[in-house]
T-cell receptor, first 110, second 117 residues
């Protein structure tokens, strides 16, 4: 399998910062995706990292270390609407056939 | 707006009946579409890859005779769950990508929640 591991749950307060870690098997790895999924809805794209380093997009940033098989999604200035499941996914050889982690449920409290 | 449209959003059927789910790309031609299944509180699992004009390729453990996939046009793929049983109750989601895209973004449909009684 792809052995994609991420924490099951995280809780934080509004305005805080949350870092969601994801580890994966490096064999055949091409790129790492992060998706947000609200309950009962389809996932929405957040980021795609192919190269090492940090990519910032507004309040959300994603980091990748190819050699370590490690990524994280950083959520800043948390808002209540950020309460959702965050899915780490990888593709192999750029074929868009994604293998997903089980998701991290983030709960934002007032 | 939406890039991929999927319907029905919800479907309830009796055990033994067949259910068809449609997935359409709205503003580009999609030669390849993917079908995923998600059970409650579990990860999305890739079921099959739908290829326009050719047979679908199925992931290990997915019964191709039970989950029929047709990709007859560049904008439409259908998944038919044949002789559905309660254990087939799940959230089915299609996805595709924009040709020649460099962003790597995969677009998902709204998902179809199937309940088999």
């Amino acid at each position: 399998g792809q052995n994609i591991d991420q924490p099951t749950e995280m809780t934080a307060t509004e305005g805080a910062i949350v870092q969601i870690n994801c580890t994966y098997q490096t064999s055949g790895f091409n790129g790492l995706f992060w998706y947000q999924q609200h309950a009962g809805e389809a996932p929405t794209f957040l980021s795609y990292n192919v190269l090492d380093g940090l990519e910032e997009k507004g309040r959300f940033s994603s980091f990748l270390s190819r050699s370590k098989g490690y990524s994280y999604l950083l959520l800043k200035e948390l808002q209540m609407k950020d309460s959702a499941s965050y899915l780490c996914a990888r593709d192999t050889h750029g074929d868009y056939k994604l293998s997903f982690g089980a998701g991290t449920t983030v709960t934002v409290r007032a | 707006g939406a890039v991929v449209s999927q319907h029905p959003s919800w479907v309830i059927c009796k055990s033994g009946t067949s259910v068809k789910i449609e997935c359409r790309s709205l503003d580009f031609q999609a030669t390849t579409m993917f079908w995923y299944r998600q059970f409650p509180k579990q990860s999305l699992m890739l079921m099959a890859t739908s290829n326009e004009g050719s047979k679908a390729t199925y992931e290990q453990g997915v019964e191709k005779d039970k989950f029929l996939i047709n990709h007859a046009s560049l904008t439409l793929s259908t998944l038919t769950v044949t002789s559905a049983h309660p254990e087939d109750s799940s959230f089915y989601i299609c996805s595709t990508f924009r040709p020649a895209s460099i962003s790597g973004e995969l677009f998902f449909g709204e998902g179809s929640r199937l309940t088999v009684l």
